[in-house]
């Protein structure tokens, strides 16, 4: 399976932009980004995913780059509730039963 | 909506017990998977469900055991609990393969 890569843990502070990023320099032509967070004491949360073209939706903003590589996870304005543990994963579009969750990059948001 | 959810939320066995963890899903999702989490570390898969009656191994099934008799339900089944089952379980759901997938809030599994 191909691996990813993120920062241990990540600092922001309130109502500011953050980019959470994310290397795969062996994904394949099938695999799917996936980013998952989890906040203290609960399970893993979708936020977004993407295959090739950068992606939003309500929680974030996914970029991907041009040669599928590397990806960041952009919260736009970062809240307290957003301090969480961060996992990027791929996930193969054919065989995407198993999920391989790293350590992630841990959040934290600085009032 | 309730989506998935895990019973019970905490646990303690004595080394050598069984116990069987429940989850149930509302979503009529065909996907279930079991993961564990250890402190500090990121998931990993036990076991896996692609549909009512048909089940696979994960990375690391050993000591565990599933059935899928419907397609709401996937009990996980510890049979001889070890020390080294110590762990956070969290089952989760999926519509198909490769979309996104629900996670219940976890048992915490103490083995003493």
């Known amino acids: 399976d191909a691996k990813t890569t993120q920062p241990n843990s990540m600092e922001s502070n309130e109502e500011e932009p953050v980019h959470l990023p994310c290397n795969h320099s062996t994904i394949s032509g099938t695999d799917y980004i996936h980013w998952y967070r989890q906040l203290p004491s609960q399970g893993p949360e979708y936020v977004i995913h993407g295959l090739t073209s950068n992606v939003n939706n309500r929680m974030a903003s996914l970029a991907i780059a041009e040669d599928r590589k590397s990806s960041t996870l952009i919260l736009h304005r970062a809240t307290l509730r957003d301090a969480a543990v961060y996992y990027c994963i791929l996930r193969d579009r054919n065989y995407g039963q198993n999920f391989v969750f790293g350590p992630g990059t841990r959040l934290s948001v600085l009032p | 909506n309730a989506g998935v959810t895990q019973t019970p939320k905490f646990r303690i066995l004595k080394i050598g017990q069984s116990m069987t963890l429940q989850c149930t899903q509302d979503m009529n999702h065909n996907y279930m998977y079991w993961y564990r989490q250890d402190p500090g570390m990121g998931l990993k898969l036990i076991y896996y469900s692609v549909g009512a009656g048909i089940t696979d191994k994960g990375e690391v099934p050993n000591g565990y055991n599933v059935s899928r008799s419907t397609t709401e339900d996937f009990p996980l089944r510890l049979e001889l609990a070890a020390p080294s089952q110590t762990s956070v379980y969290f089952c989760?759901?999926?519509?198909?393969?490769?979309?996104?997938?629900?996670f219940g809030d976890g048992t915490r599994l103490s083995i003493l």
């Open positions: 989760a759901s999926s519509d198909r393969g490769g979309t996104p997938q629900h």
